[in-house]
């Protein structure tokens, strides 16, 4: 094990099963830059403050710069035996410029750097995501453009219920996802970067400080400081903003799940409204002839993972005792694996939706189902003043009929359809069974 930020109390070494099962560099390495950045804020703090010298502040910078230099650059390479990465690139930044590194942690403790770190991480991946958000909801605009003239039937309960335009079909996906931008970036505002709480208590540098330096580094790195903690406690033992990230990830990926539920529906031989892209499925190693539209289904299963991630963190904080705990270091995998899932679910199904083809003869042939536009005959009674509930009643009995006796509605007789009715005139009627008639006849909602 790498050298550690503590220790002079103890009069053992830590048993190797305990340094293997309490290290978090496997994972939260991923919060090296937020780290970094946070670190060259502190230095400042320490130099306003009079805690270290002018020009020990200048060394401190100078070798944190160099270190995020590498980050950016890929070249920084994470100690694997380190108990976590702050204590990593304290240990880097030691060998860098020697002594003067041992000053920076003064007035400073890792329950505060990990809420730095991680509020940072959210706010950079959140914003990135909402970016991959906006480009998706493009795509599916590009696809309602392409196809605003198919209709196909419109289902509840899994049942034919009645014809919808495919463009306001695909654009209930879009208005989902702009619900799913405003969640995130609601989350995201609530998260400032505070600083100042030491391990729980505060520190002994005055508030002002901390707000001076941290709008000098936004200053000169453009990357955004808010000032300093309203409450020292709360601040090292919520993790609130994990559970609304977690939580905002996982409405994402349950409306991932739905879209990839109707495609795979879609493309199967009993619907073949649409076939997926070769790119995007996969084949059977023992039937030739298959198929699978197995990415939609990885996404699909995937929600129930974002699902465990939110509610292992909500578990795991459920019974902590104020301030901070061990058990709050198993937050990171969760927010992690749910963010880098949500991020290439996105970039696959921008991708996915430009390859889909639609085909308008299988389409065509469900459209024939009259069930399809026996709202549409209800409606036709409603006009000529027959009361909703007694035309409801009409209709399912001449669905009924239709449906005992093998006989098309369109083909009866005008004499056996005013037996259900007098109002009905065939010609009249006969024209309402068209897709088209009754998606335009639907006035209440946008073209």
Known sequence: ???????????????????????????DYKLAKHDVLGSLVHAKILAKAGLISQKEGKIISQGLSTIWGEIKSNKFVFDKNAEDIHTDIQNKLEKKIGVAALKL???????????FDTKRYCVFEGAHIIKLIKKF????????????????PGYTHMQHAQPVALKNYILAYKYML?????????????????????????????????????????????????GTVENSIDNVSDRDFVVEILSA???????FSRLAEDLIIWSTKEFGFVEIDDAFCTGSSLMPQKKNPDTLELIRGYTGKLYGNLVSVLVTMKGLPLTYNRDMQLDKEPLFDSTETIKKELMILAKLIKGIKINKDKIYQQLKDESLYATDLIYYLVDRKIPFKNAHNIIGKLVKYSVENDIQIKDMPESLLKKFSDKFIKKEIVKLFDPLVSVKSKRSIKR
């Open 1 to 27: 094990m790498a050298k550690k930020l503590w220790g002079g109390r103890f009069s053992k070494k830590t048993d190797p099963l305990v340094e293997e099962f309490t290290k978090s560099i496997q994972y």
């Open 105 to 115: 942690h003064t007035a400073r403790s890792r329950n505060d750097q990990v809420v």
């Open 137 to 152: 909801m493009g795509e599916i605009d590009n696809f309602a453009g392409k196809n605003k003239n198919i209709i196909l």
């Open 178 to 226: 702009k619900r799913d931008s405003e969640r995130l970036s609601s989350a995201l505002k609530r998260m400032n970067y505070p600083l100042g709480s030491g391990a729980l208590a505060g520190t002994p540098i005055e508030a002002e400080v901390y707000n001076k330096a941290a709008k000098e580094i936004s200053d000169e790195m453009g990357h955004p400081f808010f």
């Open 249 to 255: 990830l996982s409405i994402i990926g349950m409306h």
